[in-house]
């Protein structure tokens, strides 16, 4: 795979899971990263875990104002930026009839406003580099799947956004596009991993017999962001063992 040296890369979420196996395998690659995330302990960890070429800045992203003071202290700390990695999100399982209105608003802030609002502040700077960005959508995207209809229908906004926003940002260069995991391992997913029949029932309907590992999804998200893939935008790739074909 392409070498990042020189490249900065942006990783909401990246404390953890499968933002903390994107930057790790961004930063063997050369690049310099940036990762976010809430709670500032799980941050300073990784990044002392990630080594000299990571840094972090803590924030919500869900909060208004916060997607553009990420974008100023990552150029700030580091002068350019390469690849936006919209990783950070958040679901709950569960009936319509048992999700208030506070859960409903806290997804899509996290999952649909905030990679908006991330974009659109990135766009300056990714269109100094020709950037690239990835938004981590999911196969419960376009799945049919019980009980989780706000976080599924938020994945399914990130993945027409991506469509939509290559058209608009493919003009000045920008690539736009998404990976959307399968079932992964990682704290995202206690709930599914603690329930045997659900697990079992994912695993038999997985064309390659496993769940998948954060750094599955770190390959794609590197693959999507070479420049080999320059001619590729737009678009969202499955990156789930085969489940959903
Ligand atoms: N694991 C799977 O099976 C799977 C499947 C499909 C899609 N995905 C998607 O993959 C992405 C990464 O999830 P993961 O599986 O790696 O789980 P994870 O380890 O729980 O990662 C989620 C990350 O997002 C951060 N985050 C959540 N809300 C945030 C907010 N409001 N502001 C800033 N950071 C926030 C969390 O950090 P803090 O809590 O410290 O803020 C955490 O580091 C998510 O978008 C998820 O929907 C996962």
Redesign the pocket.
Known sequence: MENFENNVVLI?????????ATASAFIAKGAKVVI????QS??EETTQELGAQAHFVA?????KG?PARIIEETIRKFGRLDVLVN?????NMGPLSEISDEEIEGIY???VF?PLALIREATPHLANSKGAIIN?????ARGIMPGVVA?ASS?AAVDHATRLLAAELGLIGIRVNAV??????????TD?KSNEEMLGMIIAQTPMGRL?E?KD?ANAVLLLSDSRAGWITGQSVQAGGGFLL
């Open positions: 909401t979420g990246g404390g953890t899971g499968i933002g903390k976010t995330g809430r709670r799980v941050l924030g919500d992203v869900s909060k916060e990783n950070a999100g958040t679901g802030r996290t999952n905030a981590i959508s999911s196969v419960a976080y994945k959307a995991p399968g079932l992964t391992d990682t704290d995202i997913t599914v998948g954060p999804i």
